[in-house]
């Protein structure tokens, strides 16, 4: 656990960033992809993500969302590929150490798409 700059805690440990760390089963990732239908499974090329494109107005509003995202991957330790550019951003989540799909990667895609809501 580290401080951030104004003395709040920030959690920088990541369970889905061990080795051992157990992937997500399938019934929770067909079940996250089945309430969550703007969320794509992919493989690139051998590692399996959940993959989704927002869009906004601006780039002004793209870089807001951007930045809430990056201070929730910071919160946990756990970061994604972010592409920003006007009017859209592009996440991608998946856990580098298992090559795979972590149950924090749905917990934190939910997350991203609650900061818009």
């Known amino acids: 656990m580290t401080k951030s700059s104004d ?6 440990s990541c369970e889905a960033c061990e080795f051992d760390s157990p992937i997500v089963s399938e019934q929770d990732l067909k079940s996250f992809l089945s309430a969550n239908a703007e969320w794509e499974l992919i493989t690139d090329p051998s590692v399996r993500k959940i993959k989704k494109r927002y869009r906004f107005r ?60």
């Open 58 to 117: 601006n780039f002004a509003e793209a870089v807001v969302f951007t930045n809430s995202v990056a201070e929730l991957a910071e919160e946990h330790g756990h970061h994604p590929i972010i592409t920003t550019e006007w009017g859209a951003v592009t996440l991608e989540w998946w856990s580098h150490k298992i090559s795979n799909l972590h149950s924090l990667d749905l917990e934190l895609a939910q997350k991203c798409d609650a900061i818009l809501a």
């Open 7 to 12: 003395n709040q805690s920030i959690n920088t």
